[in-house]
């Protein structure tokens, strides 16, 4: 039996009941870091124009876009839903899996349940679980022992049309049959690719978008009795064979399947840059407050890195301490360092088209010497790094991050969140009043307890 089967009944049977009590709690940590980068990315480069793009297409009035007010057919809305929550790279992440699982899980869900109403957070944490523990399983499939960086591929998108597809086909309440159907019309559609990280392109924040849309549309297609391909996953043109040459590990993608969430190991990022330059910042934090750096008696600054991690994050060095735009600034682990030393913070304000002018990060980043990769940190779920900061008077200090703040293992608190949600939160395009934001924070901390999810939209809808 193909696992796309396996995955279906999961999504068709799994209750709320059957949660363990740490995934219910990180989803909700989810839930509200997914309401911080939205709101805070509604003011962000390609928003504008996209929601007048949907405005001028109009449709049936069905789900808002948070925060701009205008209500639409549910694709149009939770696309623009999903797309805010990406522009900051500011949203959770698996770090194994290389995977965001809540800016696909979260606004397939949410816009959804608004259309369909009636929603209870019961059923809304158990949908956004199962979606994250699929994406993620996918992920973790992929060419085991290999890092999945070098294939070009954007993992977030390329999974997230089926998985979105799943998560509207679970809240539907779609048969086991027709959840598959829905996620072979949406692996018809999947892809994404790097390689707009490699250009700075805006299409980077778009493609969780594209992903939800067409997985609620697949979803709201098979409901009408439109079928799709039903070995997905494991068929002779299925996913692993046609995207991955057949390398995939069957084991990672559904053992323990139902008994093992992967939301266990979701990680809530504290800075808004791509997670694999948080080692990095977190070493220069630790130099910088240990040995109180002031930034005007820095001499050069030295990176170690792992293989997988140079090419992505910091080569080539004259566009990584120089970025084109500030989307070269959220991929590059030499401007992450120089913000710390500059700023003593790597916070949204250092990652700007303000910021990538400013001549205290960029006389800084300038110190920072051609990057090398270190081999021994090949491998590892998230790859190390060093920084080293030889100061004027000859002093050198030295830091190595395995894991950085954020990780399972050392992780953000729900007050840490509410702190993150806040900072947010003041970035929106149009301001949230204090109290709805306060009610909001609450509203998630009792998730379980709420009868219909929509009441959370309704505090974060402005006048359209």
Not at 79 to 100: C, K, P, S
Not at 168 to 175: I, Q, V
Not at 193 to 212: E, H, I, S, W, Y
Not at 442 to 464: F, N, P, W, Y
Request: glycine content about 10%; overall charge negative; proline content about 5%.
């Amino acid at each position: 039996m193909d696992a796309t089967y396996l995955f279906a009944q999961n999504f068709k049977n799994i209750q709320f009941e059957d949660l363990p009590a740490n995934v219910v709690e990180i989803t909700k940590l989810q839930v509200l870091d997914y309401f911080a980068v939205a709101l805070g990315g509604t003011s962000q480069a390609g928003v504008k124009e996209l929601v007048e793009l949907a405005v001028d297409w109009g449709g049936a009035p069905q789900s808002h876009i948070l925060v701009y007010g205008h209500k639409l057919p549910v694709p149009n809305a939770a696309q623009i839903n999903a797309t805010i929550a990406h522009t900051l790279d500011f949203d959770d992440v698996h770090e194994t899996a290389i995977m965001h699982p809540g800016v696909v899980a979260i606004p397939t869900a949410l816009t959804l349940a608004e259309y369909l109403g009636g929603i209870s957070g019961k059923e809304f944490i158990t949908a956004v679980a199962l979606g994250t523990d699929f994406i993620c399983r996918l992920g973790l499939a992929t060419r085991p022992g290999e890092s999945i960086i070098p294939y070009g591929w954007h993992q977030t998108s390329l999974y997230g049309y089926i998985t979105a597809a799943a998560v509207a086909g679970r809240l539907l309440g779609l048969s086991e049959e027709e959840i598959v159907n829905a996620i072979g019309i949406a692996y018809h559609q999947s892809a994404g690719n790097a390689q707009c990280v490699k250009d700075g392109a805006l299409t980077k924040r778009l493609g969780p978008g594209f992903a939800v849309k067409a997985g609620i549309t697949s979803a709201l297609m098979a409901q009408k009795g439109i079928t799709g391909a039903r070995n997905v996953l494991e068929g002779d043109a299925g996913f692993y064979k046609v995207y991955h040459d057949n390398k995939y590990s069957r084991e990672a993608l559904v053992g323990e399947l139902g008994a093992r969430f992967e939301g266990k190991d979701v990680t809530i990022k504290p800075y808004p840059c791509c997670r694999g330059i948080h080692p990095f910042v977190d070493a220069t934090l630790k130099i910088v407050n240990e040995h109180q750096v002031a930034a005007e008696n820095v001499d050069k600054i030295k990176l170690w890195c792992g293989p997988g991690t140079l090419n992505l994050l910091c080569a080539p060095i004259e566009i990584k301490t120089r970025p084109r735009n500030f989307v070269d600034s959220q991929f590059s682990a030499p401007w992450g360092v120089a913000a710390v030393i500059a700023r003593g913070r790597a916070g949204l304000d250092e990652f700007t088209p303000a910021a990538i002018q400013s001549r205290d990060l960029l006389e800084m980043a300038g110190k920072i010497e051609p990057v090398e990769v270190d081999p021994s940190f090949e491998g590892a779920e998230l790859e190390p790094g060093r920084v080293s900061i030889t100061m004027k008077d000859g002093s050198v200090y030295t830091e190595q991050v395995d894991l950085p703040l954020g990780t399972p293992t050392n992780p953000l608190t729900f007050a840490d969140c509410e702190t993150k949600f806040r900072d947010c939160i003041k970035h929106s395009v149009k301001p949230i009043p204090d109290a709805n934001t306060d009610q909001l924070i609450r509203l998630i901390q009792e998730l379980d307890m709420v009868k219909d999810v929509t009441a959370l939209v309704g505090l974060v809808v402005m006048d359209s």
